[in-house]
């Protein structure tokens, strides 16, 4: 199983201010055949279920404010919350989907400063 | 637009079972893959495994495997879970996800969109 690392678990930053987590897998994401990685980001609020916030590593899902963004190849990736807005306070979880069994990250709790 | 629409709370019994449904509303459903994910209090997502309607085609998480089975309905767009001999270590809200690919795989699927949840408490 490819294993999903994320850090740190929990930080705190000031409103307007950037936040970044970072994302690891055991094993390379990226598929050569097609030049992509295979790498989601989902935020997930208190009492909600995920949301998708980004594809292929760094395809902002529609809707998703672009203050989000992603970045990355290969096994090292990070999410960045460019200008933190309150409504931004929530667990965010990478996974891989390049095979089964699709894996998560164990989580990054956001929240303001 | 696409909906999950997941059955209610459960609670059952240690050494019970307990099974969960997801109807899913617009969009296509017969070949597009749908996912299980469980979430233990205060703790991570947790693929359990998915179905390709169409097929019956199921892929499970190896902790899952035999103790936990995946079906669908295509007359009512319907994809259930079951879990057998529940223990407490199974409290938890199931969720349903569908696969980003509009064809008949489980994987490389990203999830969208999530059903609202299933808790299910095991005591």
């Known amino acids: 199983d490819i294993v999903m690392t994320q850090s740190p678990d929990s930080l705190a930053v000031s409103l307007g201010e950037r936040a970044t987590i970072n994302c690891r897998s055991s094993?390379?994401?990226?598929?050569?055949?097609?030049?992509?990685?295979?790498l989601a980001w989902y935020q997930q609020k208190p009492g909600q279920a995920p949301k998708l916030l980004i594809y292929w590593a760094s395809t902002r899902e529609s809707g998703v404010p672009d203050r989000f963004s992603g970045s990355g190849s290969g096994t090292d990736f990070a999410l960045t919350i460019s200008s933190l807005q309150a409504e931004d306070v929530a667990v965010y979880y990478c996974?891989?989907?390049?095979?089964?069994?699709?894996?998560f990250g164990g989580g990054t709790k956001v929240a303001i400063k | 637009q696409v909906l999950l629409v997941q059955s209610g709370a459960e609670v059952r019994k240690p050494g019970s079972s307990v099974k969960v449904s997801c109807r899913v509303s617009g969009g296509p459903f017969s070949n597009i893959a749908i996912n299980w994910v469980r979430q233990a209090p205060g703790q991570g997502l947790e693929w359990m495994g998915g179905i390709i309607p169409m097929t019956g085609t199921t892929s499970y998480g190896q902790r899952f495997q035999g103790r936990v089975t995946i079906i669908a309905d295509e007359s009512t767009r319907t994809a259930y879970v079951e879990v057998n001999s529940l223990t407490s270590e199974d409290t938890a809200v199931y969720y349903c996800?569908?696969?980003?690919?509009?064809?008949?795989?489980?994987?490389?699927?990203?999830?969208?969109?999530w059903g609202l949840g299933t808790l299910v408490t095991v005591s």
């Open positions: 996800a569908r696969g980003s690919r509009e064809e008949p795989r489980i994987s490389q699927n990203w999830f969208d969109p």
């Open positions: 094993q390379s994401v990226f598929f050569s055949s097609n030049n992509k990685d295979y």
């Open positions: 996974q891989q989907y390049y095979n089964v069994p699709v894996t």
